[in-house]
């Protein structure tokens, strides 16, 4: 890898309380030498103004309750038109497989589902980050 991720920005969009997964990332990451930014509860909005702000490498979104596909959406769009669509965008938590292709298709670049390991989450980081 040649550059150290700086910062990864952990979020659970809108109301969605199941953070338990997302959590236990975040704490692996800060165990792994990540600088963790994690927040709850931001409206889609939010996510992109805090992955802006915060000039993270990666915006890492969890989602337990079907309402993923239109936060990612306007995070990806904002993040193209502010020229940061380097920043790698993940998505974590229960994924229906239906969306999988669509979320190929809008640039999601990993999707970890029940049962991935904080391992995974973290060579995917490493071998993906631009």
């Known amino acids: 890898m040649d550059k150290k991720i700086r910062r990864v920005l952990l979020t659970k969009a809108e109301q969605d309380c199941h953070d338990r997964g997302v959590r236990y990332i975040a704490t692996k990451l800060r165990e792994a030498g990540y600088e963790v930014i994690y927040s709850n509860f931001l409206y889609p909005e939010e996510v992109l103004n805090t992955a802006i702000q915060e000039d993270v ?56 589902g ?17």
Do not use: C
């Open 57 to 112: 490498d990666v915006v890492g979104i969890s989602s337990s309750t079907l309402g993923h596909m239109p936060v990612l959406r306007y995070v990806k769009k904002g993040l193209k038109k502010e020229g940061r669509d380097d920043i790698l965008l993940i998505l974590g938590g229960i994924i229906p497989d239906d969306d999988l292709q669509p979320l190929r298709d809008l640039g999601v670049e990993g999707v970890f």
């Open 114 to 130: 029940p049962g991935s390991t904080a391992e995974e989450f973290i060579q995917f980081i490493d071998r993906n980050v631009v």
